[in-house]
């Protein structure tokens, strides 16, 4: 009997959900809970409510509703958590800035103190990028073609301000940027995206190479000398930025970023013995060869106590970053468990509140409890981006994501380590939370190529056609010659 072409391709699967509507009704979680933070804040500052309120409630609702239909059109079935949580990161972070805004022009009101606009801005510059990468990457396998090229152009943007005047790169005793006029920019904050698609790239080509065993150890199967340059390189760049540009927190970080990437290539935990050996050696090399690190180091230690530069000469270290450190500890002791409450506390007594230390005010003001709800904002972002690495299918894919994810680990680790007094102070900015321009824009680019690793991990395969059914009696007929 003949059957109908269409019964035997069978019903067409149910369309996988897309997770937008979830998306959507978390950015309004988001956006309720930023406007209601500051409302607060203006109620506690100014006992009423001012036109900046307004401004920018109705800024941070109009960018974060764009971004959100640029992913649904052109990211559909990317992850519904990871723009919700960035979007409500970098509104508490809007929220302390305005905070801070408010606490300066109370005490001196002819500041002229508007960091909160300006961070609006950014964020708008930012989320301009988000679209772009999001509309241009249609596949972030492509990324892999320009390996060669995004690595020069990354060490290129990452040693530029190391090799310029200091009068146009230095603040603050770091040569990261690049200033022209009132415009400044740190390279470095997008050389970090263009050197994780490099390594990427290159250990997926490579990967047979750092994989094959040396001599046994402990246990261990270490790899062959030879094979020890990608690491010696990643060294000598990290130990190059620490000269030329006297940046401690970006050489951890790319040091870091390429020896987690080497590890999740190779899974050889022998990779990440050799690589902290010589992350302890470049340390004790540092401390005797450079002042700037012995000074964060005795600062560190004891923010009170006299330190050495030299044979001769001591400084003190509260004038040289320990100020920093202790009213920053000052602040957080103050928040204790609850805090005193938005708009309630002094966080502007902590020199750069704003960027350096957005930690410490927001502890201040939120306290333990606020500060461990961020934390796991941040823990989010970062599994949400690890699981799109475990479900991408492809080896660039999994290394990408994972980079990139665990740049955000390691860069909240350090800032928070540094600001807690875990480790030495390093300079870095809390991604999303803090004010300055570069940073966040080059994080939403990087938020962007996660949302499009996690739309290809979790878009459905393509279907094949099915196959046309063809009745026996019209089947064609073909002739066989049995073998004699």
Known sequence: MAGRPDAAAGPAPAPLPTGRGIELALLAFAAALVTGALVLVEANQEQELTRSLLYLGLAYLGLFAVAHFAVRKF???????????VALLNGLGLVMIHRIDLARLSSDPDSGSDLATRQV?????????F??????VRDHRVLSRYAYTAGFAGLVLLALPGLLPSSISEVNGAKLWIRIGPVGMQPGEFAKILLIVFFAAFLVQKRELFSTAGRSFLGMEFPRARDLAPLLVAWGLSVGVLVLERDLGTSLLFFGIMLVLLYTATERVSWMVIGLSFFVGGCLIAYQLFAHVRLRVLTWIDPLQPCPLDDKTFVACYDRGGYQISQALFGLGTGGLGGTGLGAGRPDLVPYAESDFM???LGEELGLIGLAAILVLYLVLITRGLRSALAVRDSFGKLLATGLSFTI????FIVIGGVSKLIPLTGLTLPFLSYGGSSLVANYALVALLLRISNAARAPLPRKPP??????????TELVERPT
């Open 75 to 85: 990211a559909p079935y990317a992850d519904p958590l990871i723009l919700p949580t």
């Open 121 to 129: 801005v950014w964020t708008a510059i930012g989320l301009v990028l």
């Open 131 to 136: 679209i772009v990468v999001l509309w241009r």
């Open 359 to 361: 930690l410490s005010s």
């Open 409 to 412: 680990a390691l860069q909240v």
């Open 467 to 476: 196959t046309p059914h063809v009745p026996i009696a019209e089947a064609g």
